[in-house]
């Protein structure tokens, strides 16, 4: 069984940063697959990023370039590091887990933190 947790969800102004960790209480952490995905009331939950059990990454067109995913397998925690926010990225904010393989598709992973909200205020 895995169990997820977020923090670091807050409000910030557009432009700042904020970065989101989720930990994780499961064996052998590194050897499953990280990803953040994001919902945003009336929407459906988007993917944002991933980070494989090999450190592969790979990003959503909407946050490339602003948004950084990493892990740190000795402290069993998934980072997100958000920089030059914006209204639009305002939204809850889930880790997820998936033993090995990654993907962008909800029913890739197997597990859910229970979200961290995050308002970027104009």
């Known amino acids: 069984q895995v169990q997820l947790g977020e923090s670091g969800g807050g409000l910030v102004q557009a432009g700042g940063s904020l970065r989101l960790s989720c930990a994780a209480s499961?064996?052998?952490?590194?050897?499953?697959?990280m990803a953040w995905f994001r919902q945003a009331p009336g929407k459906e939950r988007e993917f944002i990023t991933f980070?494989?059990?090999?450190?592969?990454?790979y990003y959503g067109d909407s946050v490339k370039g602003r948004f950084t995913i990493s892990r740190d397998n000795a402290k069993n925690t998934v980072y997100l590091q958000m920089n030059s926010l914006k209204p639009d990225d305002t939204a809850d904010y889930y880790c997820?887990?998936?033993?090995?393989?990654?993907?962008?598709?909800?029913?890739?992973?197997?597990?859910w933190g229970q979200g961290t909200q995050v308002t970027v205020s104009s």
């Open positions: 980070i494989s059990y090999t450190g592969t990454t």
């Open positions: 997820a887990a998936a033993k090995l393989r990654a993907g962008v598709r909800l029913e890739d992973y197997n597990y």
């Open positions: 499961v064996r052998f952490f590194s050897t499953y697959s």
